[in-house]
């Protein structure tokens, strides 16, 4: 680890490497974000219910393997189990790209390419968060968090519209190349990485009594609870959200594919400047006040959204869709860096996975939902019921612990029973 306390981070060569891989990946998960679901409703003419099983079927993984990968990300070195989850999914997203060519693309294949890609996601996103502390000094999680989300953000910005402009030009097969290639990068760069990892845990220990330890861990501190219920109702609101967005813009506002894809980058945008922005406002303000204002920036944006439509009100729904992706970056910011800082590291895997348990887990059933919504009604009603649930999200956060405090290390620092 860098024991550099102050400077830019880009100084270091580890952090230098992390940055650069996971912001190339970032820029093809963004391709595939639009391009999948267009391929399905493009080129195989998927329902809107179909679209939603696709982004279901990718995050259906958190409840089926979530806990245990927690506990096996404890056990093992966090950087090779990175670097498998990487170059698996560039194996099973080639197959898209030569199903494609073969003129064989199927609904089917798309869902059990998105099942098994969100298994391998599944454990990079738990092995991730545990093995930045490897990379970035506890004091600078902050900074370094913000930086990482940044380039992600950036990436969202402009992968949609690449995705969309690409397959609108060349096709699905060519397309999904892109992201098959980022994962690539992503394995080589964290494969460069020389930053030590500290000893794993190793095996020997009991598998249902460390599942048991992370939970009650979970459970019993005011923070994480906190953020599992805000996780919980915002992931089945922005679940059902991704499932039919792209049906809305390409099918109830008659947007071809290059527009659905700038659009989205356009929203994307405000992700950026809410990771940017998350560690001075966190400073000035409080992290803990942050993490409650920042999604309650949600009331105003989910109506513009809802307000879209064909004309200069396509302005609305880039404008809702900023501010929504904005909040989004803060508060994902905030909460990331505190975990990292507050969890010991022992734990931090099998907490973030008991986390992203539940709150990932709300992710299939949010898509499932809307997509039944938007097909009995239409996807222009699912969203604006979809963003009254999301209401509830700022209302927690507020009557929480961490709404009472300035700073999460208030909560953090303070001894907390666990339950029995």
Known sequence: M???????????RDFRLLFVGQGISAVGTAVSYVALPLIAVAALHASPLEVSLITAAGYAAWLVVGLPLGVFVDRHK???????????????????????????????????????????SVLFDVAYPAYLPTIIPKDRLVDGNG????????????????????????????????????????????WMIRSPEPAARGTETNVRRDLVEGLRYTFGQPFTRVVLGAGVLGNFVFGGYAAIVVVFLYQTLGLHEAAVGLLLGLGSAGAVAGSLLAAPLGRAIGDARLIWIAPSTYVVSGALVVLAAPGWRLALFATG?????????????CVRAALQSSVPAELLGRTSASLRLFTRGTLPIGALVAGVLATATSPRTAIIVLMVVLLLCPLWLRMSPVGRVRTIGELTDVPDKVLP
């Open 78 to 120: 966090r950087r090779p189990l990175l670097i498998v989850a990487d170059l698996g999914r560039a194996a099973l997203l080639a197959t898209v790209t030569a199903a494609a060519l073969a003129d064989a693309l199927t609904i089917a294949h798309l869902i059990g390419v998105a099942l098994l890609a969100g298994a391998l």
């Open 147 to 190: 930086k990482l989300f940044a380039t992600e953000s950036a990436a969202n910005v402009g992968g949609p519209g690449l995705g969309g402009g690409l397959l609108q030009a060349v096709g699905a097969a060519l397309t999904v190349l892109v992201d098959v290639a980022s994962f690539l990068v992503s394995a080589l760069t964290l």
């Open 2 to 12: 860098s024991t550099q306390p102050s400077g830019s981070l880009f100084r270091e």
């Open 321 to 333: 869709a900023f501010g929504l992706t904005a909040g989004i970056g803060v508060f994902n910011v």
